[in-house]
């Protein structure tokens, strides 16, 4: 049984950093997809990085590409989201997935019903 624990979530000013960790424990997940999601009051949840494809190349949405990097260990046993040039908007519950399929399809792997399992978030506030 796959469980995931996020944590470094926390309190940022705009412009700020934070670096978002995701251990895996009672199974590794070198052959599962990986993804974060982030999901803000009164919004759906919304895929902000993933990685599906065998050739580990990572994919993101145009709200984040160029500020967010989704990354791995060696042995994939904790996945990692590092977010630069934080904005407002980005303000939400952050929570990571792994699901058993891969795909080429990497837009995909920004919907949320491609994941089995989920962890528990962790709450990222941007504000001055």
């Known amino acids: 049984q796959v469980q995931l624990v996020e944590s470094g979530g926390g309190l940022v000013q705009p412009g700020g950093s934070l670096r978002l960790s995701c251990a895996a424990t009672g199974a590794t997940l070198e052959n599962y997809a990986v993804a974060w999601f982030r999901q803000a009051p009164g919004k759906d949840r919304e895929g902000v990085s993933c990685i599906v494809n065998t050739d580990g190349k990572p994919y993101y949405p145009d709200s984040v590409k160029g500020r967010f990097t989704i990354s791995t260990d060696s042995a994939k046993k904790t996945v990692y989201l590092q977010m630069n040039n934080l904005k407002p908007e980005d303000t939400a519950v952050y929570y990571c997935?792994?699901?058993?399929?891969?795909?080429?399809?990497?837009?995909?792997?920004?919907?949320?019903?491609?994941?089995?399992?989920w962890g528990q978030g962790t709450q990222v506030t941007v504000s001055s």
């Open positions: 997935a792994a699901g058993v399929t891969l795909t080429t399809n990497q837009p995909v792997g920004l919907m949320k019903g491609f994941y089995n399992y």
